[in-house]
């Protein structure tokens, strides 16, 4: 085995780095280098990517780093992050939902599976009764009425599980049910998601700092992006792209429009602000389901079928990323989806209900962007 002799120096070049033509790059230390080192023999170094390099350098030092000294710490040191966020654990013990208050049937499963969902996979969009219409618009008003008011915390300093909480009691004083708790296991009460997440962002021990977006998102089913603090300008043109792009869809809609058509009024509206379309998550059908049929893409040129009725209500939530890449990646939580470049995300969603031909309600609100 080849042995390696260190000069006495307090800089110790990466060598891959070097090899690479990137000049200027040296470990931290001792412990960094001898962690970075691979062991070979015959005189064959084994080469690895820069990548690689980086990704056991991040290792080392979050590992060295321990809970923080109020006892927060990351969950997933291991996991290579595509932006600067990370989740800051521990998550706070499931929030409790009052017995009179009638639970959905994954609520009552250990792996939050809606079974009533499966049964009706396959199934044509419903068209709602006069009765289900009425108690849609109560559902979408309330959650309109929650969301504003979780909005209206929205601030540097407060964490996103104390807006979980928030959330969560105002869902309950109206004797309802928080529908993203235990819905496929998640668990909270409703998602945010900041910067870099796209969706599905679970609340906990970060605090929002100036200059960060939130995403604020349950069943109705709507959300919004909004601004922390004052934010730069490619953020506050993300959200007003993003809204832009969600009211350019309601406005396509009428009975007998191709649901695979709101892709073709959003799509080319991001792309004329230097944004990316989303296309692993779709707006879908809500009723006393939380996804039903129809299937909702928002990017151009997809192969989504059926027509819009009256008497159907369904969803319509284009995420708009900063820049061209609209891929996402998952965090080792199983639901926080982020961009894989790191870069900003946006989301926007309302809820549109058909009563009678040619209108459409939908239950919206727009915050103000400086």
């Known amino acids: 085995m080849q042995q390696v002799r260190l000069r006495q120096s307090t800089r110790l070049p990466i060598p891959t780095r070097s090899r690479l033509g990137i000049r200027g790059s040296f470990f931290c230390g001792q412990e960094c280098f001898k962690a970075n080192w691979v062991p070979h023999s015959r005189s064959l170094i084994i080469e690895e990517t820069y990548q690689t390099r980086q990704k056991t350098h991040k290792i080392v030092h979050d590992l060295a780093r321990g809970p923080a000294p109020d006892g927060t710490f990351n969950p997933f040191p291991n996991y290579t992050y595509s932006g ?77 599980d104390e807006l979980d909480a928030i959330v969560h009691q105002a869902i309950i004083d109206q004797n309802a049910y928080p529908s ?43 959300n919004a992006t909004y601004p922390v603090g004052t934010v730069d300008e490619d953020s506050a043109k993300l959200i ?55 299937n909702i893409p928002h990017y151009a040129k997809n192969k989504a079928v059926g027509t819009m009725k009256p008497g159907m209500c369904f969803t319509i939530e284009p995420m708009i990323n900063l820049g061209t890449n609209w891929d996402t990646q998952h965090w080792d939580d199983s639901w926080t989806a982020t961009t894989i470049d790191g870069k900003r995300s946006a989301q926007f969603e309302e809820t549109l209900l058909y009563v009678t031909l040619p209108l459409a309600q939908s239950f919206r609100s727009s915050p103000t962007i400086a």
């Open 240 to 294: 007003r792209t993003t809204r832009e792009c969600l009211d350019a869809a309601i406005r396509m809609c009428k009975p007998g429009a191709l649901f695979r058509d709101i892709g073709k009024a959003i799509e080319p509206i991001a792309k004329a602000n230097n944004c990316a379309v989303v296309r692993t998550y779709t707006g879908h059908g809500i009723n006393n389901l939380f996804h039903p049929a129809p």
């Open 180 to 222: 993203p708790l235990g819905y496929r296991k998640f668990p909270k009460s409703f998602c945010t998601s900041v910067n870099e997440v796209i969706c599905h962002g679970i609340p906990d021990q970060r605090k929002l700092r100036d200059g960060d977006i939130i995403n604020l998102g349950f069943h109705s089913d709507l």
């Open 84 to 160: 600067t966020l990370r989740p800051v654990y521990p998550i706070s013990p499931k929030r409790q939902v009052p017995d009179h208050i009638p639970q959905p049937d994954y609520a009552e499963r250990d792996d939050g599976v809606p079974i009533s969902e499966m049964r009706a996979l396959g199934h044509p969009p419903r068209i709602l009764s006069p009765d289900e219409i009425e108690k849609m618009r109560t559902a979408c008003r309330m959650g309109r009425e929650v969301l504003d008011l979780a909005a209206s915390h929205v601030r540097p300093g407060i964490t996103t």
